[in-house]
């Protein structure tokens, strides 16, 4: 089963360049130390504020409150701003 972890920021520092040298060094962080599958960032089209990082996991325990490293993300992410986290299940695609 593959599941998603959906973290959206909104910035409260409108300096996008500070911003940005934040995630990029979190991101090195979670892509050489955590088993994600994948981890993307997003920015909200015409507001460089909100910011929306998705840890994609494939496995079969899905963490109803997010997993470690989305977690310690969050934590890092509050200094930042206005933080949510949410946790999203893959629907098979034979139940649909």
């Not at 599941?3 to 991101?27: A, C, G, K, P």
């Amino acid at each position: 089963m593959r599941w998603l972890e959906v973290i959206h920021l909104r910035v409260t520092d409108q300096n996008y360049e500070r911003l940005m040298s934040t995630f990029t060094e979190l991101l090195n962080e979670i892509r050489e130390k955590e088993s994600c599958r994948l981890v993307k960032l997003f920015r909200r089209a015409l507001l460089e504020t909100d910011v929306c990082l998705h840890l994609y996991h494939d496995s079969h325990n899905v963490e109803d409150g997010g997993s470690p490293v989305g977690l310690r993300l969050v934590n890092a992410l509050k200094p930042l701003g206005m933080v949510h986290h949410t946790v999203w299940s893959e629907i098979e695609e034979t139940t649909v």
